[in-house]
């Protein structure tokens, strides 16, 4: 069966008519190389990077370019191709190496493209707020920023040196388009600053970090916030100890407690589910969490970095309840791991232009607690505060637990030194069945996850 042109005035989503043009070509050249049917994605985009040092530039990068990928059909065999050349010859080159890849690759009874009645008819993409229609920022700009956060931490008693402040801006478009009639872009847009601060010498040296990043530059945090920021998490760390071996209270900070939520989101991704390497595999509709927690996607959150107006495949995207009230509702699907599971989609496609789609979450809130920080950690009794990991052994099918951690010991609720050089362990699915949220999320993020009280786990020093 012939590839389709998709209708013109079908299912399009209003952005610059180059980056759709390129989509156009891409699959026009599918169709003449002999593709049943194809799906081509386009990005474009700017970025501006400018790190300082002692006050002076010590390095400034921009970069500016289109990537290119393309998806064919032949029955039920599928190959992926990309490229950054826009040429005629390289797109037209790109198709029949992709088609005759795609007549090599073994047969797939789970891949295909959307059903025309599955498209996403189209939301107000405006009303997402992806990108940001101020100007970009001169490197000028950012220099001043990354210099004034350097100079915020420099101030800060105890603080050597900073190790690096960086300030970026990037701008980017995407469009989809496929044979089934879906085409449709949106644009976004992303500013950041950064600053690592180091504190003490020799073996006694420690840093750590502040960051924000925004896709509006209005809301970025101030350089002078984040410089201090940093230097305050950097002393704190100093003089650090290792802990007791034994079984403690574990409060993860709001910092890097997206990462245990992560965890689950890995394990009901339907890839994993479909290759049975989940150690959730068997828990539909069963209690993952505690009662009155529930994990929500939501991934029409304005101004917020995982929004999205359709996914990878060009199905609509949509708001859904992961975890209801602690249990276990659904997996994340996109259409290939819906099919090999008996599922519908769940709009979750994620892809860039060198592969094929596959399930991935966009934004996800989970229910907050009414305690602060500070209140969890003053009932906690004797734990561990983690404000930093490093390394994992994650077991997928059995989710056996273990990280390198670094942080503050908590003695009888008070804070009374450093923490480092230990490791903590667990199982995942004991771990997040006891876990005290706070109410310290911060609302901007993609993983609104506050900070999580695990009530016992293994420590150990290294």
Request: charged share 20%; hydrophobic share 35%; glycine share 10%.
């Amino acid at each position: 069966m012939p590839l389709r042109r998709p209708p013109k005035a079908e299912r399009r989503f209003p952005l610059t008519q180059s980056i759709q043009d390129l989509s156009d070509r891409l699959l026009a050249a599918a169709r003449h190389a002999g593709a049943g049917s194809a799906d081509a994605i386009v990005v474009r985009g700017t970025s501006v990077n400018i790190d300082v040092r002692a006050g002076v530039l010590e390095q400034a990068e921009r970069s500016e370019g289109t990537d290119m990928g393309l998806r064919v059909f032949l029955g039920q065999r599928s190959a992926t191709v990309s490229a950054s050349d826009t040429s005629d010859r390289t797109i037209e080159e790109m198709a029949q190496r992709a088609v005759a890849m795609a007549g090599e690759a073994p047969e797939d009874p789970f891949c295909g493209l959307a059903d025309p009645s599955q498209l996403s008819p189209g939301i107000d993409i405006d009303a997402l707020e992806l990108a940001d229609p101020t100007p970009e920022p001169s490197p000028a700009a950012l220099q001043d920023d990354a210099v004034a956060a350097e100079e915020a931490a420099l101030e800060v008693a105890g603080i050597t040196q900073v190790q690096s402040a960086s300030a970026g801006y990037s701008a980017r478009e995407i469009f989809l388009a496929a044979s089934n009639g879906f085409s449709g872009g949106y644009k976004r847009t992303d500013r950041g600053l950064s600053c690592v601060a180091i504190a003490g010498t020799g073996s006694g040296m420690e840093r750590d970090y502040d960051a924000d990043s925004r896709i509006f530059q209005a809301d970025l945090r101030g350089a002078a916030d984040i410089g201090r920021q940093a230097a305050e998490r950097t002393l704190a760390r100093l003089e650090a100890r290792k802990p007791p071996t034994g079984s403690f209270p574990v409060l993860f900070d709001e910092r890097i407690s997206s990462s245990l939520i992560g965890h689950l989101l890995a394990a009901v991704n339907g890839s994993s589910v479909a290759r049975g390497a989940s150690w959730l595999r068997d828990a539909l509709g069963q209690q993952v969490l505690p009662d009155g927690l529930s994990l929500l996607e939501q991934p029409h959150r304005p101004r917020t970095p995982g929004s999205r107006p359709f996914d990878a495949e060009g199905l609509p995207t949509q708001a859904r309840t992961i975890v209801d009230n602690g249990t276990l509702t659904g997996w994340t699907l996109d259409l290939s791991t819906g099919r090999k599971l008996g599922m519908p989609s769940t709009g979750n496609a994620s892809r860039g232009t060198s592969s094929a789609p596959s399930p991935g979450t966009s934004n996800v809130t989970l229910t907050p607690g009414t305690a602060s920080r500070d209140d969890l950690i003053r009932d906690m009794g004797t734990g561990l505060l983690v404000t930093s990991m490093i390394g994992s052994t994650i077991n997928p099918n059995t989710g056996d637990y273990s990280r390198g951690a670094a942080g503050l010991w908590i003695e009888n609720g008070e804070i009374t030194g450093a923490i480092n050089e230990c490791t903590i362990a667990g199982n995942l699915r004991d771990m997040l069945m006891s876990v005290v949220p706070a109410n310290d999320a911060r609302e901007h993020l993609s993983r609104r996850v506050p900070s999580l009280l695990v009530s016992g786990m293994t420590l150990a020093g290294n």
